[in-house]
């Protein structure tokens, strides 16, 4: 079944450590997003990419960094310069523009 | 710039009554608009979008939602609550249109429902 995979579900990050982040879709979509979801608030646009080799800051970039090598995968890497990285983040894709959004089942990142 | 509000951060309904979740939107221009539904630990899941035409959008699990310009509203219904529908639920709204648009989200409401 085509899906997209966030691996691992939880992850523990140490003070000063970079971690990363990883999905992976294979519902040949080209557009790929991260968000971060925090109790209250809703869900917010850390990065989002277009295309392979392409990608723009969404509302919340600070801190956060993506590549685009391969049309399947999209992965985020929370760099130690962000200081509140607790969340639940979530990885979702989508075909033609304006065509829905498919998620993952996300990542819970707590900081250790 | 799109944006969306949505109404009451928690509502609480018995079985089998009506469910009513209530979302707000603003656009410049004529808007795309969905709804999802996040179950605890897991990613949200499409239950319906309205983009053009018919202005009342049937979804899955008996869910629909009405679409109205005057209003700017997109409220999301269900005539009879059952236990499983117990989730926390997002509007979204996007330009319509060609060319690639950002979804924007409301902050969520969380769906009670008791026996």
């Known amino acids: 079944d085509g899906g997209i995979t966030q691996s691992p579900k939880y992850l523990f990050r140490k003070e000063g450590q970079n971690v990363t982040l990883s999905c992976e879709q294979n519902l040949n979509h080209d557009a790929m997003y991260w968000y971060r979801q925090d109790p209250g608030q809703g869900l917010r646009l850390i990065y989002y990419s277009q295309i392979v080799n392409d990608f723009q800051k969404g509302d919340i970039a600070e801190g956060y960094s993506v590549s685009r090598e391969k049309k399947e995968s999209f992965p985020l890497t929370v760099t130690s310069a962000q200081k509140n990285p607790t969340a639940f983040y979530l990885c979702a894709s989508s075909g033609q523009t304006n065509q829905p959004q498919h998620f993952g089942d996300g990542t819970r990142l707590s900081i250790l | 710039a799109q944006s969306v509000t949505q109404l009451g951060s928690h509502v609480s309904v018995s079985e089998g009554a009506l469910v009513l979740l209530r979302c707000n939107y603003s656009?410049?221009?004529?808007?795309?608009l969905f709804w999802y539904v996040q179950y605890p630990n897991q990613g949200l899941q499409l239950l319906l979008k309205?983009?053009?035409?018919?202005?009342l959008v049937k979804g899955i699990n008996g869910f629909e939602a009405e679409f109205k310009k005057s209003e700017t509203s997109f409220h999301l219904t269900k005539p009879s609550a059952h236990m499983s529908d117990a989730a926390e639920y997002f509007c979204?709204?996007?330009?319509?249109?060609?060319?690639?648009?950002?979804?924007?989200f409301g902050t969520g409401t969380r769906l009670l429902v008791s026996p």
């Open positions: 979204a709204v996007s330009r319509g249109g060609t060319g690639f648009q950002k979804l924007v």
């Open positions: 656009s410049s221009v004529p808007p795309y």
């Open positions: 309205y983009t053009t035409g018919a202005t």
